[in-house]
Each structure stands twice: as C-alpha cells, then as structure tokens.
C-alpha cells in the first residue's frame, strides 16, 4: 500500500471488541503503536458452565463496555475528541456480544462526530502481526487458528486475502476444547492442554493425520478429536488407566503436524519465504517452536504476536481499522452484528 496523506500524520483510532467473552478496547496510533489496550476477561465466569454462555457474556459486556473504553482513552492520555475514527468488531461471533460492541462504537462515533469503521474479527487476527512486528509488511502467508477458524491464507494486500486452505469441519481450537472437556482439564482446552502435555510423552500414542484429498492445504481436526474419544471409551471399557498427560501430548502433536506441515507446503508451493501465525492457538508453546524450527530449516522468516495479542483484543482491532481507514472505507449508521461473516467479505 502506497502512503497516502492518511499515512503523514499519526492516526489514532479507539477500538473496540466484544466478539466473545472479553470485553476489549485499545487505542492504536498509524497501526502499529499500541497506546494502551485494556482487556475483561469473563473466562473465570464462563469456567463454572465449562465454555461460553452467550446470554451471561452479553450481560457482561453491557456493564463493562464504558469502562474498558473510558479505561483505554485514559491510559491512552487523550480524549475522544482527539481520536481520529472509532472502530469496532462487527463479526464473525456470538451475535449477542457483537451487538454490545457495535451499539457502543456507533453511539461513541454518533456521539462524537468521528467516521465509525467495522472490523472483520479474523482480519483483527492477522493485523496483530504488524503490531508485533513493525517491518512486516505484505505479501506474507498467514496461518490463522483459534476456537472458530483455522484458515491458511495468503496476505496480499493490506485488507486483501487470498484463502489457500480452510477447516472443512471443526476448528483447531474447537478440538482443543472437546479434547480438554473430554479428560476433565475443563475450559478453556487450549493453554490447560498446552500446560498437561508438557509433562507427557507426544509419541505415547499414535493418532491419525488426516490429509483432504484434493484440497492440500485445507484442514480437517474431526477424525483425530473421534480417535481420541475412542482410545478413552477403549481405555474405559477394559479397565485401562487413562495417561491423560501422554494422551493430550500426543493429541496436540498430531495437531501441530498438520498446522505446520500444511504451512509449509503452501509457502514451498507459493514461495513465499514470510509466514505469520495468528489467533488464540497461536500461543500455544508446541506450535510456536515446531513452526520455528521448520521454517529454521527452510530459512524462512517467521513472526507471531506476543501471547497477548494472540487471544481477543481490542489492539488487533485498532490495527486492522487503521488501514481501513486509510483505504478509504468507512461503515455507515446501519452497521449491524454478522456472525457468520467470511475473511474478505465486507
């Protein structure tokens, strides 16, 4: 993207999140500067249900939304009047919390005067990488995975995305969850699996890589989460101790094959020599390191966010607004909540 009069002066936009259960916003200057980013997080409140309870989280983000905003103007040091847009996730979601956050972006903007922006949650995602990494610019292939998506795509353009592969059924962080729920380690899956692997054996037991055929670079988590569930019926029915440790160690193993294995080839096959990763499964310690040592080995560059940008925040937003609005595009008073909304679809 070529520097447009936008891009001469510092832009400033206020950010707001509320896909799921945290309640988020951030103030984020010419995309890359963070300054401030304050997060809620329901996760003790949803805990208790084991996963998230749309009605509870949209009650939450009604009685947080004002502070967390008034909370990240003040750590910001500035004033609504010298935010130059407001910005707002608008999907995919829960369409409860979206409506919480897109209600109070639009009032703020209304309110205000200044040009209201949505914002594609999984393109937030991705645009915390230049937020982690200042230099990266496009084109550079992204391996997006969190508990809805798991998307393999090529960066072209800022806010323009080539979809190389996709899920054909359960997300990467969807499986993590089942798993976690399944051997008792409760919610959320991710980082309690990603703790109990550590202290078991990933080659203990033998669980199936599935491959689409046709579609090399599409994923498919459903196989894997079913021979897992029935390795523990098994275990059950015989009298067998279930080794939890060994068990979700080899799990997630067979996980991270597939995410960095699929990568790989897309980059070779594409050659593309930058590889980012994106999304709440991009924290987890076994993917980071086997993504570094393939791309090590391949002498390929390889960026992530810090683990706080790799779960929902708000500074991801503010990103990814940013370059909207130097774009040019802007969101009318008629932005509603789409859940079910596509990377790339605007």
């Known amino acids: 993207m070529e520097q447009t009069a936008a891009e001469q002066k510092d832009i400033r936009i206020l950010a707001i999140e509320s896909s799921c259960d945290e309640t988020a916003a951030a103030v984020v200057e010419n995309g890359r500067t963070v300054r401030s980013n304050v997060i809620y997080s329901q996760i003790a409140t949803h805990t208790l249900y084991g996963g998230v309870v749309p009605e509870i989280a949209s009650r939450a983000h009604i009685e947080k939304i004002n502070q967390v905003t008034?909370?990240?103007?003040?750590?910001a040091g500035l004033t609504l009047a010298e935010i130059d847009a407001i910005g707002v996730t608008y999907g995919p979601g829960l369409v409860g919390?979206?409506?919480?956050g897109v209600s109070a972006a639009k009032a703020m903007a209304f309110a205000a005067g200044k040009p209201l922006i949505g914002v594609?949650?999984?393109?937030?995602?991705?645009?915390?990488?230049?937020?982690?990494?200042?230099?990266?610019?496009?084109?550079f292939l992204c391996l997006i995975v969190s508990g809805g998506h798991?998307?393999?795509?090529?960066?072209?353009?800022?806010?323009?995305?080539?979809?190389?592969?996709?899920?054909r059924d359960d997300a990467a962080g969807e499986a993590f969850d089942k798993v976690a729920r399944s051997v008792g380690l409760g919610y959320p899956g991710g980082p309690k699996i990603d703790?109990?692997?550590?202290?078991?054996?990933?080659?203990?037991i033998?669980?199936?890589r599935a491959k689409v055929a046709g579609s090399p670079y599409d994923f498919?988590?459903?196989?894997?989460k079913s021979a897992v569930l029935n390795y523990q019926n098994h275990a059950k029915m015989t009298g067998e101790e279930i080794p939890v440790a060994d068990l979700v160690a080899s799990f997630q193993k067979a996980v991270v094959e597939v995410l960095v294995s699929h990568t790989m080839e897309a980059a070779r096959d594409f050659n593309c020599k930058t590889i980012a990763m994106a999304g709440g499964v991009a924290a987890n310690s076994a993917l980071r390191e086997a993504m570094r040592l393939a791309c090590e080995a391949a002498g390929y560059t390889l960026t992530y966010p810090e683990l706080g940008l790799c779960t929902d925040n708000a500074a991801m937003i503010g990103s990814a607004a940013y370059y909207e609005y130097c774009a040019g595009r802007r969101s009318g008073w008629d932005l509603n909540a789409v859940p079910n909304l596509k990377l790339g679809e605007r």
Do not use: W
């Open 120 to 139: 594609n949650h999984i393109e937030g995602h991705v645009s915390a990488n230049f937020i982690a990494n200042p230099d990266l610019k496009p084109p």
């Open 150 to 167: 798991t998307n393999l795509v090529m960066v072209e353009d800022y806010g323009k995305f080539r979809i190389l592969g996709q899920t």
């Open 220 to 224: 498919s988590f459903s196989g894997l």
């Open 195 to 204: 703790r109990k692997a550590r202290e078991g054996n990933p080659d203990a």
């Open 97 to 100: 919390p979206l409506l919480i």
């Open 206 to 208: 033998s669980f199936p």
């Open 70 to 75: 008034a909370q990240a103007l003040t750590d």
